[in-house]
Nanobody, 126 residues
Framework: QVQLVESGGGLVQAGGSLRLSCAAS??????????MGWFRQAPGKAREFVAA????????YYAEYVKGRFRISRDNAKNTVYLQMNGLKPEDTAAYYC?????????????????WGQGTQVTVSS
């Protein structure tokens, strides 16, 4: 069991930057044993994949619509995964969720994740 808490969301103008954090806590596996992902959900839309990272942090995956603008990273000593978001666009407005996966590498598939945070809101104004 792991608890995930996202932070760092807020209101930013188009072209601006935000860094989201997701802190993990709880008994059982150490943080380094989880592959991690970020997803987002805009109002009225399905949740979609943003980025994922392997346990060691050496392998990363990005959705095409954020590639080159967003960067996922992790600090296993701090039990935290980050999402650096640059060049934000109004269409990036959404609630952002982090997720942890106990098997395999990072994944773009929601159903492959075992634990989810409550989300943090990102709003990008034009």
């Amino acid at each position: 069991q792991v608890q995930l808490v996202e932070s760092g969301g807020g209101l930013v103008q188009a072209g601006g930057s935000l860094r989201l954090s997701c802190a993990a806590s709880g008994p059982g596996r150490t943080f380094g044993n989880y592959a991690m992902g970020w997803f987002r959900q805009a109002p009225g839309k399905a949740r979609e994949f943003v980025a994922a990272i392997s346990r060691s942090g050496t392998i990363t995956y990005y959705a095409e619509y954020v590639k080159g603008r967003f960067r996922i990273s992790r600090d296993n000593a701090k039990n935290t995964v980050y999402l650096q978001m640059n060049g934000l666009k109004p269409e990036d407005t959404a609630a952002y969720y982090c997720a942890a996966r106990t098997q395999g590498l990072g994944s773009s598939r929601e159903y492959e994740y075992d634990y989810w945070g409550q989300g943090t809101q990102v709003t990008v104004s034009s």
